[in-house]
């Protein structure tokens, strides 16, 4: 991968030529612990998983897809994640849309919905337990408004991870979404404008196709968040039934039944379902047009 | 800024925004205010107030041992990703060569693949080697998606100094080690700051990889507050919540340090702010 030992000067220079020069050694110490820590590691597990406690070489794979409890890990987290994702993407579209442009506290207003990124896991199931649960200030309010009649059952199921990841991840999509939106060069709609093109036109036929390979992008890293929702599904969740999702079946075999042959093929399952995902997103994305202005990244 | 009443679209935009965060504002006061009160049993607000609950947490915790942990795992990730990220980033921003996308691939999967799938293999390698529960197992644990997070925000910054600035050096005579400290590090400094500042908050909130790795003695924050979450019937919901303030306290206390050097837009895409 790097400098081969220089045997003549020619080949020296035409290594140099093809870009392979000394350079490339500062590479080295990168590649050496990502190949030590996530590789080797990966590998390793990879090949834990094929060797189970008991049974045959897929007798952990057998295990996992024969085993509806387990199975239904897959369809339990995709239904959180999935859902999670696309509220997340699709709102941030229209803020950000209206946040590029020079608005008035813009700065703040970024600032403001940066900031639940740093609320972490357990103050947003804590927050949510006390905010939406039976006597929590939501309910009282819609109980005093005289919307409901009866708290809203907000946690400790599937809504109130849906909302944990919302919390959580709606910054981050939106700070993604806003700086690809930035990067889009405004006087091309004006172009558009120009030309007699109304709002709904502009945004469908020239900012939505440039946004798009990036909304590809954070579709990509909000699913890889809201993919592993382990604490939340564990703190807000119902753990044991609906919300028993993938990386709790993982931690269970690994860390409690100590069986580190089985979490490893769950976390193996786990990765490929994800890339599925991923190269899904991927391969949409490359049937998109990815010009001068929006396809970086 | 024209036809506001004309776009009743930006109206339902701002509505939709308001109502996030009155809600956002609800979950975090919750926790606040609880970690402030007496007692609170389904009124409007708690019996009274008190500050006791901090010292609770503080002591049961045993928080200044925690944070001296956080601080010392997060330093020292910082110190070798940044030394082992930035090299790394220089490369792929000056050069191009064959298995360039290969490496770039590598760099990305640890950041593409959630910490918990491949937590779990490499806390199981960590135990092998008897690493797991101690603080160098979390260290190296949290390295996993630092040094690949330096080297994909660095290449962009590094790629828009001129080069030439370094073959100038280099035509008068300067070293690789010299143009790195005397050219290249005055430069970086700026993305240096700002890719470490952001390492600190992802080191400092990375819960899977340090849950998974840490032992008694090597618990950062997150963890402990998790932890304390899950013995919760032990301890007082209001500590609790006093020890999410305080984390959450010192989180945004980085972030908005963090702001300050950097715009959080553009370490995503390069733009020209029109100012």
């Not at chain 1, 897929?58 to 085993?67: C, I, L, P």
């Not at chain 1, 950000?96 to 103050?123: D, M, N, S």
């Not at chain 1, 079946?249 to 690994?254: C, I, M, T």
């Amino acid at each position: 991968m790097t400098t081969a030992a220089p045997a003549r000067p020619a080949l020296r220079h035409r290594l140099a030529e093809r870009g392979i020069d000394r350079v490339l050694l500062l590479l080295v110490p990168g590649l050496l612990v990502t190949a030590c820590l996530f590789l080797y590691p990966f590998l390793y597990g990879l090949q834990l998983s094929f060797a189970p406690r008991q049974g045959g070489v897929f007798a952990n794979y057998a295990r996992f897809f024969g085993d509806p409890y387990l199975r239904d890990t897959i369809w339990t987290t995709l239904g959180i994640a999935l859902p999670a994702t696309f509220i997340n993407v699709l709102a941030s579209i229209p803020i950000a849309y209206v946040l590029r442009g020079r608005v008035r506290g813009k700065r703040l207003l970024t600032t403001i919905l940066v900031v639940p990124i740093t609320l972490g896991t357990v103050l947003t199931a804590q927050g949510l337990i006390m905010y939406g649960g039976q006597s929590g200030w939501l309910n009282k309010v819609l109980t005093v408004l005289g919307i409901t009649d009866e708290p809203l059952p907000l946690i400790h199921n599937y809504t109130g991870v849906l909302l944990s990841l919302v919390i959580t991840g709606f910054p981050f999509s939106f700070l993604l979404t806003l700086s690809y939106l930035s990067g889009i060069d405004p006087s091309l709609e004006k172009a558009a404008a120009t030309l007699g093109a109304n709002w709904t036109q502009r945004f469908r036929r020239i900012t939505l196709p440039l946004l798009a390979p990036g909304l590809a992008i954070t579709f990509c890293l909000s699913f890889v968040m809201a993919f592993s929702v382990f604490p939340s599904a564990q703190l807000v969740g119902d753990p044991a039934n609906e919300t028993r999702v993938i990386s709790i079946a993982a931690y269970h075999a690994a860390f409690e039944e100590y069986d580190y042959s089985m979490g490893s093929a769950v976390a193996m399952i786990m990765a490929v379902l994800m890339l599925i995902v991923i190269g899904l997103v991927m391969a949409w994305r490359g049937t998109l047009y990815r010009g001068a202005t929006g396809g970086k990244g | 800024m024209t036809g506001w009443v004309a776009r009743p679209g930006r109206w339902v935009v701002w509505a939709v925004v308001a109502f996030f965060f009155v809600n956002l504002a609800g979950v975090v006061l919750s926790v606040v205010v609880d970690s402030f009160g007496v007692q609170w049993f389904g009124t409007w607000l708690p019996d009274g107030f008190t500050t006791h609950w901090y010292a609770d947490a503080w002591r049961e915790f045993g928080l200044s041992d925690v944070l001296l942990t956080t601080a010392i795992v997060a330093l020292v990730v910082i110190a070798v990703s940044v030394a082992v990220g930035v090299p790394a980033a220089y490369a792929l921003a000056r050069r191009k060569f064959p298995g360039k996308r290969l490496v770039m691939l590598l760099f990305v999967l640890p950041i593409l693949i959630p910490p918990i799938t491949y937590g779990i293999p490499l806390a199981t390698v960590l135990y092998k080697f008897h690493l797991a529960g101690s603080m160098t197992g979390v260290i190296l644990a949290n390295l996993v998606p630092s040094v690949p997070f330096v080297v994909l925000t660095m290449t962009p910054f590094i790629e828009q100094i001129d080069p030439k600035i370094e073959a100038a050096a280099r035509m008068s005579g300067a070293r690789t080690l010299s143009v790195f400290t005397r050219i290249l590090g005055p430069l970086l400094l700026p993305g240096i700051l700002a890719a470490s500042i952001l390492v600190l908050v992802r080191t400092v909130g990375m819960f899977e990889l340090t849950f998974l790795t840490a032992g008694p003695d090597s618990t950062t924050l997150v963890v402990a507050l998790y932890n304390s979450v899950f013995a919760a019937g032990i301890r007082a919901n209001q500590s609790v919540d006093a020890m999410a303030t305080i984390y959450t306290g010192s989180m945004v206390l980085l972030l908005v340090v963090a702001l300050r050097f950097v715009n959080p837009t553009q370490l995503v895409t390069r733009i020209r702010e029109e100012t």
